[in-house]
């Protein structure tokens, strides 16, 4: 391995690891529910025409759009941002776009291009060097709100990894509605299952500069327990 590349293949290592609760979620879903877990960014967008253009983006899930840099030397990307009607954040900056237009975006070797769709919730893991159920006791959950007001939903799911004790219930389905107004942002969370991961309180983060109250369950707060 060349010592000058290795911090980039580092960075997308820990990036990974710190999306596996996001990925394994949305493994349950292809599963449960037939839902692609890579995805053109026309299915979730037939409206828009632009996405039908051939073009190296795709969406991880419906709320995660990829960026890929395949041009070689290149350290900039230009990306269309389906119209989506909520618009995007920049996964690293929270720098928010609106939808349905081109922008702009760095692309170092250390860091692909990520766009989170405006009213979703990212669940994340803490930096852990590899997977084991009964160590990842830290959880986060990343909120990108919408900028205006409405209701989104979305889903953490979790089980031991190795057993089909989800069949029986055990497993943990957290669901969640955050409803955004001009002054709030009120995120209700209900839990189902019998699983109980390591961790115990679900960490909340809203984007830089996010000045709205979050209230959790109708409570200022900004974490969750079982």
């Given at each position: 391995?060349?010592?000058?590349?290795?911090?980039?293949?580092?960075?997308?290592?820990?990036?990974?690891?710190?999306?596996?609760?996001?990925?394994?979620?949305?493994?349950?879903?292809?599963?449960?529910?037939?839902?692609?877990?890579?995805?053109?960014?026309?299915?979730?967008?037939?409206?828009?025409?632009?996405?039908?253009?051939?073009?190296?983006?795709?969406?991880?899930?419906?709320?995660?759009?990829?960026?890929?840099?395949?041009?070689?030397?290149?350290?900039?990307?230009?990306?269309?941002?389906?119209?989506?009607?909520?618009?995007?954040?920049?996964?690293?900056?929270?720098?928010?776009?609106?939808?349905?237009?081109?922008?702009?975006?760095?692309?170092?070797?250390?860091?692909?291009?990520?766009?989170?769709?405006?009213?979703?919730?990212?669940?994340?893991?803490?930096?852990?060097?590899?997977?084991?159920?009964?160590?990842?006791?830290?959880?986060?959950?990343?909120?990108?709100?919408?900028?205006?007001?409405?209701?989104?939903?979305?889903?953490?799911?979790?089980?031991?990894?190795?057993?089909?004790?989800?069949?029986q219930g055990d497993a943990l389905w957290l669901e969640w509605e955050m409803t955004c107004s001009a002054s709030s942002i009120n995120l209700d969370i209900n839990a189902r299952g019998n699983y109980r991961p390591a961790w115990k309180a679900l960490k909340l983060s809203l984007p830089v500069g996010e000045k709205r109250k979050l209230l959790v369950n109708g409570v200022e707060g900004t974490e969750w327990r079982f």
């Open positions: 391995m060349y010592p000058a590349i290795t911090p980039a293949i580092r960075s997308a290592i820990e990036l990974r690891y710190r999306l596996l609760p996001y990925l394994y979620t949305l493994l349950w879903q292809a599963h449960a529910d037939d839902e692609p877990m890579l995805r053109p960014t026309f299915l979730d967008h037939q409206h828009d025409a632009q996405t039908f253009a051939e073009c190296d983006d795709f969406l991880l899930g419906r709320d995660l759009l990829v960026a890929s840099v395949v041009e070689p030397g290149a350290r900039q990307r230009e990306v269309w941002l389906p119209d989506n009607q909520a618009g995007w954040y920049d996964f690293y900056s929270h720098q928010w776009f609106a939808g349905g237009q081109w922008v702009t975006l760095d692309a170092p070797l250390e860091k692909l291009p990520l766009l989170v769709r405006a009213g979703a919730g990212l669940p994340l893991s803490e930096r852990i060097s590899h997977v084991d159920a009964q160590k990842d006791d830290r959880r986060e959950l990343q909120l990108f709100p919408l900028k205006g007001t409405g209701s989104t939903r979305g889903l953490l799911f979790e089980d031991d990894g190795e057993s089909w004790g989800y069949k």
